[in-house]
């Protein structure tokens, strides 16, 4: 027999059949005489159940008890106590019988309720409840506690002394929370206590919340001390690093922290060595604070090569990088296969001239940033270099602007990030003149039930603009105004009305010599 007792909460017995055998607990007695055949007894009422799934047993006149007797599959035998219902944490609000294996539907390892005793009952109330306050939602409450089960036996005044800690440095209760769902290590409050005290003897040095909870999380997890954050800092002032690009350097790179001197000293040797002087060092470092996690001899140098076999020399890519510092994040190879790309571009001679002003480098640099705009919307890394490949445009377009397309496309417009590599003309045409208005006009008719097929993304780009003109607004006047069509907007005449007037050939009065010679002439043609 194997039986789970809570105190105060339920009763579970599950009963093993073997042999002819008779247990007793309290009140209750069971009576076994074989595999198919069981006996109960509870509270002086007894019955016989055989081959039975379930069967549900009377209370005692005067309890307000009633007990369930269930047969499970495998033969055993389980009994509910059922006691009144009584008042359940908010972190418990999931309904059906839950087993005292410690979990429940769905895989979730919440704790179950019925293990455990009324002190952590009522301490898990009391977590709830604080966490509640720093903008824990009652859902997120049981995954969080189940996944850290460590506060039960935490003390609950230092739980609250953390996320006072937190508050005070002016995070947000949204970072807060998103932070202690994967990273709960930085609610300890000794070690919350240590770093206050560094943040505020450093004055914060305008440090966002941001930059001081990535600093905390890095913190816990390559476990670094407080003192790091000093020692990090005087040797890039040394360098001649100001505070702001420190505070960028924590919010971008915070794993700059857990540096040696050693290797930032490398990164900036190998900056001096391809020209970049010691004055620029801050800009690059405000720049692209990520140089610091690249590896000298893996990564900076074999770039370095690598322009240089692609026909810029030693000064062209150190002026590149003092123009634009985020040259040296470039994969090896990366600005190959960007060049291949613009050499091989089908498009008009002034968009190509355009995208080629500043050099064939920065041109390259340029496609490399718009590729990772559509990587990061959701293209993989071939059709994204397709989409470009069919619509040059976009190098010359600002990525803020492309990505407003794209959000509209997927937010407003309902379609996949993928229809941009069959449809890639909607990225190059004018938001606000075609697509804004033809979107607009497709809905009003799709909402008065003026579409017979639906229209895709390719019927509502590609048309020219007459041709959508006449197709889907000459026939609906309602849609005139949406359209922007109205004569108030309407296109203006190449010239004015009354300019053909003025190319009228001008008339000579006629003298009587000039009739008698054109009389003259004609009667000798005739």
């Known amino acids: 027999m194997q039986s789970h007792f809570a105190a105060k909460v339920s009763v579970?017995?599950?009963?093993?059949?073997?042999?002819?055998?008779?247990?007793?607990?309290?009140?209750l007695r069971i009576l076994s005489g074989g595999d198919d055949e069981i006996e109960a007894a509870v509270r002086g009422e007894r019955l016989t159940v055989s081959s039975a799934t379930h069967v549900q047993l009377s209370p005692e006149a005067g309890h307000h008890r009633a007990?369930?007797?269930?047969?499970?599959?495998?033969?055993?035998f389980v009994l509910f106590d059922q006691m009144r219902p009584r008042p359940k944490p908010p972190a418990f609000c999931e309904t059906g019988r839950r087993y005292l294996s410690g979990s429940v539907a769905g895989g979730s390892s919440s704790p179950n309720p019925r293990l455990i005793s009324p002190t952590q009952y009522r301490k898990q109330v009391?977590?709830?409840?604080?966490?509640?306050?720093?903008?824990?939602?009652?859902?997120?409450?049981?995954?969080?506690?189940?996944?850290?089960?460590?506060?039960?036996?935490?003390?609950?005044?230092?739980?609250?002394?953390?996320?006072?800690?937190?508050?005070?440095?002016?995070?947000?209760?949204?970072?807060?929370v998103s932070v202690m769902s994967w990273c709960p290590g930085v609610l300890e409050h000794e070690f919350l206590r240590r770093w206050e005290v560094v943040f505020r003897e450093f004055g914060f040095l305008g440090v966002s919340s941001a930059g001081i909870m990535s600093t905390l999380q890095v913190s816990r997890k390559f476990n670094v001390g407080p003192e790091r954050f000093g020692s990090i800092f005087?040797?890039?002032?040394?360098?001649?690093?100001?505070?702001?690009?420190?505070?960028?350097?924590?919010?971008?790179?915070?794993?700059?922290?857990?540096?040696?001197?050693s290797e930032i000293s490398r990164k900036v040797e190998f900056l001096e060595g391809i020209g970049i002087p010691n004055a620029a060092m801050d800009r690059v470092f405000c720049a692209f604070p990520g140089i610091l996690g690249l590896s000298v001899e893996d990564r900076l140098k074999p770039l370095i090569v690598e322009f240089r076999h692609l026909g810029f020399d030693k000064g062209a890519a150190r002026e590149e990088i003092l123009r634009e510092p985020r040259v040296l994040g470039m994969e090896l190879g990366e600005l190959s296969r960007c060049l291949e790309l613009l050499r091989t571009l089908?498009?008009?001679?002034?968009?190509?001239?355009?995208?080629?002003?500043?050099?064939?480098f920065r041109a390259g640099f340029q496609v490399k940033l718009r590729l990772d705009c559509l990587c990061r919307r959701g293209l993989i890394r071939r059709d994204a270099f397709k989409v470009l490949w069919k619509e040059p445009r976009l190098i010359v377009y600002q990525r803020e602007e492309i990505e407003r397309k794209i959000d509209f496309l997927v937010n407003n417009m309902n379609y996949d990030v993928e229809c941009l590599v069959e449809v890639p003309e909607y990225l190059g045409v004018d938001f606000k003149k075609q697509i804004l208005p033809r979107y607009n006009v497709i809905e009003y008719l799709r909402s008065v039930g003026g579409l017979g097929d639906p229209v895709g993304l390719k019927n509502l780009i590609k048309p020219s603009r007459l041709k959508f003109y006449n197709f889907y607004v000459k026939p609906y006047p309602e849609c005139e105004?949406?359209?922007?069509?109205?004569?108030?907007?309407?296109?203006k005449k190449q010239h004015p009305v009354g300019l053909w007037k003025l190319f009228k050939p001008q008339k000579y009065p006629q003298s009587k010599d000039d009739a008698e010679n054109i009389r003259s002439f004609m009667e000798l043609g005739g």
């Open 12 to 27: 579970f017995l599950r009963i093993e059949i073997s042999g002819t055998t008779e247990f007793k607990l309290s009140s």
């Open 67 to 76: 007990s369930e007797l269930r047969r499970e599959e495998n033969g055993a």
């Open 126 to 176: 009391s977590l709830a409840n604080l966490f509640q306050r720093y903008g824990f939602s009652p859902s997120q409450w049981p995954e969080f506690l189940a996944k850290n089960r460590f506060l039960l036996n935490a003390s609950l005044v230092d739980a609250e002394r953390s996320l006072s800690i937190l508050s005070s440095l002016k995070i947000p209760n949204e970072m807060v």
């Open 234 to 261: 005087k040797a890039l002032k040394g360098l001649g690093v100001q505070d702001c690009t420190y505070c960028r350097i924590l919010e971008e790179f915070p794993e700059v922290i857990a540096m040696w001197e």
């Open 346 to 360: 089908k498009c008009r001679e002034p968009i190509k001239a355009k995208i080629l002003s500043g050099g064939e």
């Open 481 to 491: 105004k949406i359209f922007r069509r109205y004569k108030g907007d309407e296109a």
